[in-house]
């Protein structure tokens, strides 16, 4: 790796995106710039450099991107942000040979952001995962939640962050969540670009223990990194976390499979979960860091970094880290100083 290796993290507002920033600066030989729709997003204020993005949907965002790479000098492209990993997957052929981007191969990145898709993959290869249905209508309804069993969930075929999740315990419940998502379906992001996208899903609910996965796999395959952590409160719609990182065999080798079948070689957040019986079944797959990489970091994987050091050819060992350690989320505040705000503004022209 070159004296100083300069990396854009996108989605500085974002639990992936701050952690990645946080990771990364303590890294010497690595320059942070970081970027967000958002001038006010809390990352942007970390390191010396930062620069504001469309959204990803806009038509503009490669472009956009590409000459902000250029104004910076990036090597490396981070990006943090579902929207974006699918856009960006998409065009891997404008950034070839512009910056090095930490992106997964589309098919695999597809598949992870149609959850009905996830499933498919997943179940056609014998990997244990969270049953799923389409919903076909609101006649089928019925049962089709007759066949997963109460309690259930009931979500977008293509969400991130929990949007439109709905556990259901009941008829009633179900159907209200059914006619309010159906309302506000498809969501206004990059989303709509997949095929589904304003369909919905029907998964049993798994009541058991949880455990968000960071893995990173080399290119050949070979398991680098992967670091299980465990729920111990888990809130999503309130942003309430605490969980622990914790060495468990069987949660590292059904993630790194499922990983290896996807085909990513890319960062890669994993959901797994105990069903009724205690068995685990991979719940979600993300094609991109987790929100937790900053306990991975803690516990001695540093995640972000080992990423960059491999897209500038660098080789590096698998590693090991240290269990027991306890993330919390908690408000934080953070101050302003009105000169930092303005720039932000003009830099955004």
């Not at 070159?2 to 890294?27: D, E, F, H, N």
């Not at 710039?33 to 490669?62: Q, Y």
């Not at 516990?299 to 880290?321: D, H, Q, S, W």
Request: proline letters at 6%; hydrophobic letters at 40%.
């Amino acid at each position: 790796m070159p004296k100083s290796t300069k990396v854009l993290v996108t989605g500085a507002g974002g639990p992936a995106g701050m952690g990645t920033i946080r990771s990364l600066l303590l890294a010497q030989e690595v320059k942070v710039v970081a970027a967000d729709m958002n001038p006010m997003a809390p990352g942007l204020f970390w390191p010396p450099e930062k620069t504001i993005l469309p959204p990803a949907h806009d038509r503009n965002f490669v472009s956009e991107l590409l000459s902000v790479c250029k104004k910076f000098g990036i090597d490396v492209l981070f990006p943090t942000v579902d929207e974006e990993v699918s856009v960006l997957a998409a065009n891997m052929n404008r950034l070839r040979g512009e910056v090095e981007c930490l992106i997964g191969k589309k098919k695999g990145v597809d598949a992870c952001n149609d959850k009905w898709g996830t499933y498919v993959w997943l179940n056609k290869v014998g990997i244990p995962v969270v049953e799923t249905l389409r919903v076909h209508d609101k006649d089928s309804l019925h049962a089709d939640a007759d066949e997963i069993g109460y309690p259930l969930a009931i979500k977008p075929r293509a969400s991130r962050g929990g949007r439109g999740l709905h556990i259901c315990q009941n008829y009633q419940e179900l159907i209200k969540a059914f006619s309010a998502l159906k309302a506000a379906l498809p969501f206004v992001d990059a989303y709509v670009n997949i095929a589904g996208a304003a369909d919905l899903i029907l998964q049993e609910y798994l009541p058991g223990t949880e455990y968000d996965t960071i893995v990173m796999l080399s290119q050949n395959g070979k398991a680098l990194a992967c670091v299980p952590m465990r729920a111990v409160h888990w809130e999503v719609h309130r942003q309430q976390r605490e969980i622990v990182t914790e060495h468990n065999k069987e949660v590292e080798l059904i993630c790194i499979r499922a990983v290896r079948e996807l085909g990513l070689h890319c960062p890669v957040d994993v959901e797994v979960a105990q069903d009724r019986r205690g068995n685990l079944k991979i719940l979600d797959v993300n094609p991109r860091v987790g929100g937790d990489v900053d306990l991975a970091t803690a516990a001695g994987c540093n995640i972000p970094l080992m990423y960059v050091k491999t897209a500038m050819g660098r080789e590096i060992p698998a590693c090991e880290f240290k269990e027991g350690l306890v993330l919390i989320r908690y408000v934080g505040v953070q101050i302003i100083k009105p000169e930092d705000t303005m720039s932000q503004w003009r830099d955004r022209k």
